[in-house]
């Protein structure tokens, strides 16, 4: 006994590595070229904002802007086009971010006390040094303008000087008790500010939170000024003269206070607060101003510019707002979001310059990135170039395509621009951040990425370049009618929130599944058109007994084969056709179920039944050019139980039918016709050949439709008759097929609803059956169907035609065939209805089904037969068509409804969450088997092309790793742990596409697009754009003899003396020098590092020889002048010399 254990359990072992028949690979040899070299996972760039910034800097001379975020995220932003996104070793807050200006580096400052060099001369950025603090907590650094030193202060008051080429501390240092005044008992608490003194590199600005700042004297090692204030300071700014500096406080003022007069400040208002008593305190309080900038203008009055400070409510927070103050104007710009900072630019970097001449304010919200023209009149906005409003709505859902036909981007630009308004609120200025440039490769492909929102918008987007841009919005609410109490299935206020979203793009028809239960069908078109949207109304439907058996008692076994019979039913569908948002007459419903969860739905006006969730506009509407609606399904409530969550969506433009999966059944829909040619829970999917036990509710009650065969065996004499005249096409069926029930069976089906169902809505397509402590009667009971696939193929062991199929894949691992029987094209296709009937093959696998797809013979895939786009109304227009017909195009190949015989052997590859099979039909045996994931399980699985044509199998797994497989043999090519599953948002969104591309949604407000594909990758670096160009920084200004007479400098600093080996060595303790890790990057880095200082030195080359040819002309022309003055005085002299004195 142990031995047959023992050799079953080998055997078992052997075949679920390799092939389960030796015979089937021998029939299946297939030459593969793919091999593991040609597969790495590299991600290529992210899209979107900034998911909870928490820094920003920006670099005046290069022009670029970065953001740092809360999970250690740096974005670097050029030109559109030029984007960058890094990421910290660890997830911790970036609390400052510090441009090297035009120096190709910057310095970023993280929660965790360390600080991070990054190299910007490269595609790249990479950390070069990192500085971490043991002992003490940074909260503000300072990096001089031109400056190899940079100042750290501390929460402890204490402020480090570190050096900026070897990222090492200086033994010079700034200690709290030596800073504030002797007879100060208490800390000043931690440092906010440091700065140095535009006019004077040896006065160093220090600000402390508790409202007191100093003026400390480099050289002499000693506080020249204190002052001290009686509010928080937030943020401290200097007067570009370099005498007077300004501070902003908790209470909503701003005191300026004088260098040589510490006593007492010169001013202090409160910019909005109404002070009842001249200098005394407002009214209200106000919101903390957190930041103030004081910029110098060339002509008029300077700018204060400074966020928060509103007057608040009792007990209320102030409106996010940045006010601009110029003289006696005062403007205040309410933002829609917190402001996380600001930063005023200017045309020089020099803060000492007398014409800083601030032209825009960049303002960086928790949701948004805001840029105000200070050139134009009312200080209008940019409009925003970057796809920053991916999140306008909450993505909900996102579907790639990498691979699309030449015109649909251009059409699809054309309808966004016909229907968009031209926004005139926007400033007419070209936008200012425009560093960097732009890549020298790119791909050919047309890539389309459409993202789903919560309000019900779908947005199209341009991905073919490193940059999104928009094409195309569409909303769908606009379908129906508004309502103040709509909902969706999961209670949430998002009826209209987008599911799941497919399209065909080869005849521009798009589906769409909503969150309360609704599918719309689009067509585009060129034109506008006026039309009346055709709504068929769906309910999914099963067996409802009453549970009088004990639930102890065994269920019975299936039957060994499924029942076959010869009975036809027509396209007469329990799902009604309508043309207005009424709904008919339901019929009378069954009393529920006693032992059945019913969740409480009612309302004032009772229990909702036979009901959709919204309602359809009755009236015909406008539709402008692009997707316009067809048709509109929706599934009905039941007995006050919600309709059912879809799960997938499958369109075939070539055979005209629709076809969705839910959480507890299948709907099949000819669209051409407008009728539901199918709506059945699961399990009745299944007929006889069901493979589970599913225990019945009550054998004593009269046998209703249990499966599609029984659904045609009950049926009436009457209806048969009535029904004769679809039925003659199918009668020639051997195996006997069916179509949707009628008739007064449907009296005795209800919904399939279960209250333990998960109905979160961004979780419904990947946790139905997660648990593993579920017992095999509930996970039978809440059997859905996740995958569908439209194909030509064999139905069934038997056959020796292919024929036009369904394969349905459901979250019990079983896969079904149905069979399609569609009428010839043209008149006849309109006329007579569409067939479907039960093959009854079913092929088990282990979890749910996640990814069906076919091989021929050869090795190619085998895709579903699309129609050519044609405008409807444009055939309309012309009368090219019957008027409410649409005209099928004639297809230059055999009909799919009559069999096509294939001489060539097909392979299915279906992936399910544990395994994956290559099955051989039509004898439907197993070629090959691999087991993917044991511990786990696979989220997404896509069978993808490659750039050389060939196919392999990709999947991603929630442990975070990317598995490739070869086909047909389903060799492990690739095993990259890239990404886990901690983010439920990622496998919800995770896509293969084409070329191997993918993409997720990372974050609620980002989208990051990658590649498997080791080609692409190693053309990324060309395709990427530079962020450092290498250009000269402005001169000094220059100053006038008595401005440096009065000035307050007192001679030029050498930092290098001061805070070099002559300082001292510094502590160990304090902090820890950490080498970057950039690897080969770092090499990049170098190598570009030289190139740059050869281009930089070219262009000083260039300047001084132009400086010199100028000076040369000069000196050539002072000569010229020299001699024609010498002729001049000559020949004067010659003419006065014989003249007497007084003939002169």
Not at 242 to 267: A, N, Y
Request: hydrophobic share 35%.
């Amino acid at each position: 006994m142990m031995t047959t254990k023992y050799l079953k359990k080998k055997i078992n072992e052997f075949t679920q590595g390799g092939t389960s028949s030796s015979s089937a690979k021998l029939d299946t040899e297939i030459s593969e070229s793919l091999h593991p070299n040609h597969f790495t996972v590299c991600k290529v760039v992210r899209h979107g904002f900034p998911y909870e910034p928490t820094a920003m800097a920006y670099d005046p001379v290069q022009n670029i802007l970065a953001i740092g975020t809360k999970n250690g995220s740096l974005r670097i932003f050029g030109q559109p086009g030029v984007d960058c996104h890094e990421r910290h070793d660890s997830d911790v807050a970036i609390i400052q971010i510090m441009f090297l200006i035009n120096e190709g580096a910057l310095v970023t400052v993280c929660a965790d006390n360390s600080l991070n060099m990054w190299n910007l001369r490269q595609k790249r950025p990479a950390i070069l040094h990192s500085l971490k603090f043991n002992k003490e907590i940074i909260t503000y650094c300072h990096i001089p303008f031109q400056s190899k030193w940079f100042y750290i202060g501390t929460e402890r008051g204490n402020i480090h000087i570190a050096n900026i080429e070897s990222f090492t501390l200086s033994g010079y240092v700034i200690n709290w008790n030596k800073a504030i005044e002797l007879s100060r008992k208490t800390l000043p608490g931690p440092v906010i500010h440091l700065s140095d003194c535009p006019t004077d590199q040896n006065k160093l600005l220090i600000g402390f939170e508790s409202g007191t700042a100093v003026i400390w004297d480099l050289r002499i090692k000693a506080a020249e000024n204190r002052f001290n204030g009686a509010q928080p300071i937030r943020s401290i700014c200097w007067h570009f003269e370099g005498r007077q500096f300004m501070c902003s406080h908790t209470d909503g003022s701003l005191t300026c206070w004088d260098i040589k007069s510490p006593s007492k400040p010169v001013s202090v208002t409160y910019p909005h607060g109404k002070v009842a008593v001249k200098g005394g305190k407002p009214v209200d309080p106000c919101a903390p101003i957190m930041k103030v900038e004081w910029k110098s203008a060339k002509l008029g009055d300077p700018y204060v510019v400074f966020s928060g400070g509103l007057c608040q409510e009792k007990g209320g927070v102030g409106t996010p707002c940045v006010t601009i103050i110029q003289g006696k104007n005062t403007t205040v710009l309410e933002m829609e979001y917190p402001v996380i900072d600001f930063v005023s630019l200017c045309e020089t970097p020099w803060p000492s310059a007398e014409n800083q001449d601030p032209y825009a304010i960049l303002v960086l919200l928790n949701n948004d990135l805001v840029v105000v023209d200070l050139t134009s009149p009312g200080y209008p906005c940019f409009e925003n170039p970057y796809p920053m409003d991916l999140h306008e709505s909450p993505v909900t859902c996102v579907q790639y395509f990498a691979d699309c036909p030449a015109d649909l981007i251009p059409a699809l630009y054309s309808a966004g621009s016909n229907s968009s308004r031209k926004k005139t609120n926007y400033s007419k200025k070209n936008w200012p951040i425009k560093g960097g440039q732009w890549g020298t490769g790119g791909s050919s492909d047309q890539e389309i990425i459409i993202t789903g929102h919560a309000d019900g918008s779908l947005k199209f987007w341009d991905a073919s370049q490193v940059t999104l841009q928009v094409l195309y919005k569409l909303k769908t609410a606009k379908v129906f009618e508004r309502g103040k109490q709509h909902k969706s299935l999961d209670g949430e206020e998002e009826p209209y929130a987008i599911q799941k979203v497919t399209m065909c793009p080869e005849s521009r028809i798009l589906l769409v599944a909503g969150a309360s239960g609704h599918v719309l069908l689009y067509r585009f078109s060129k034109l506008e058109a006026s039309c009346e949207i055709m709504t068929l109304e769906v309910s999914i439907i099963y067996e409802v007994e009453d549970p009088d058996t004990p639930e102890t008692e065994l269920p019975p076994m299936p039957p060994n084969s499924l029942k076959r019979n010869t009975s036809t039913l027509s396209a007469d569908s329990t799902g009604s056709l309508t043309t207005n948002s009424v709904p008919p007459p339901a019929p009378p419903s069954p009393n529920p179920s006693t032992g059945a969860h019913k969740p409480s739905t009612s309302s004032g006006e009772g229990m909702r039944d036979g009901v959709p969730n919204l309602r359809v506009k009755s009236s015909p509407q406008k539709y402008t050019m692009g997707f316009q609606p067809d048709l509109c399904c929706q599934l009905l409530w039941t007995e006050g139980e919600p309709p059912p969550l879809v799960t997938c969506l499958q369109i075939n433009s070539f055979y005209g039918l629709v076809a969705f999966g839910t959480v507890n059944g299948l709907v099949i829909v000819d669209y051409i016709q407008k009728t539901c040619l199918l709506h059945m829970g699961t399990p009745n999917l299944y007929g006889s050949a069901d493979p589970y036990q599913r225990t019945p509710r009550s054998p004593k009650k009269p046998k209703v439709p249990q499966s599609l065969g029984d659904i045609v065996e009950q049926l009436t004499d009457n209806e048969r008759s009535r029904q004769a005249s679809g039925a003659t096409a199918a009668a020639e069926q051997p195996n006997g097929i069916c179509v949707s029930p009628t008739g007064n069976n449907a009296k005795k089906m209800k919904s399939v609803t279960d209250g333990k169902l998960t109905r979160n809505r961004s979780e419904s397509s990947f946790t139905q059956s997660r648990s593993s402590s579920m017992s095999s009667l509930d996970r039978e009971s809440k059997e859905g169907v996740q995958s569908l696939y439209f194909v030509e193929s064999y139905a069934r062991k038997t056959d020796s035609l292919t024929s036009p199929c369904l394969w349905v894949g459901t979250t019990l691992g079983s896969t079904l065939v149905i069979v399609l029987t569609l009428p010839p094209p043209g008149d006849q296709r309109i006329s007579q209805p569409v067939i479907v009937s039960p093959s009854g093959t079913v092929l088990c696998m282990k979890g749910t089904i996640l990814n069906i797809a076919f091989l021929n013979s050869n090795g190619g895939l085998i895709t579903a037969s699309t129609e050519a786009w044609k405008d409807m109304n444009y055939e309309q227009k012309e009368g090219e068509r019957e008027k409410k017909k649409p005209v099928i195009q004639q297809r230059s190949r055999m009909s799919p409804s009559a069999s096509t015989e294939m001489a060539d052997r097909q392979f299915a590859i279906i992936t399910s969450e544990k395994e994956a099979k290559v099955i051989s039909l039509s004898s439907q045996t197993c070629a090959y088997r691999a087991k993917i994931a044991e511990s786990s399980y696979v989220v997404v699985a896509d069978v993808i092309s490659m750039p050389n044509k060939e196919l392999c199998l990709a999947c991603y797994v929630a442990n975070g790793h990317v598995m490739i497989y070869s086909l047909p043999s389903l060799r492990i090519l690739l095993d990259c742990d890239f990404v886990p599953l901690t983010d439920l948002r990622v496998g919800r969104t995770f896509q293969f596409s084409a070329h191997g591309k993918a993409l997720y949604q990372c974050s609620p407000t980002e989208i990051q697009r990658l590649t498997v594909c080791a080609e692409h990758s190693n053309s990324l670096h060309d395709m990427l754009g530079d962020l450092f160009i290498p250009c000269t920084t402005p001169e000094a200004p220059s100053r006038g003899f008595f401005k440096n007479l009065f000035s307050v400098s007192s001679g030029s600093l050498d930092r290098q003396e001061l805070f070099g080996e002559n300082s001292g060595k510094p502590s160990r303790s304090i902090a820890k020098h950490v080498p970057g890790s950039a690897g080969m990057e770092a090499v990049k880095a170098q190598s570009a590092t030289v190139g740059g200082e050869i281009a930089r030195t070219k262009l000083e080359l260039i300047k001084r020889g132009e400086k010199l040819s100028e000076t040369e002309k000069r000196t050539a022309d002072m000569m010229q002048n020299a001699e024609s003055f010498a002729m001049a005085a000559s020949e004067l002299m010659k003419k006065q010399k014989n003249k007497k004195w007084y003939q002169l």
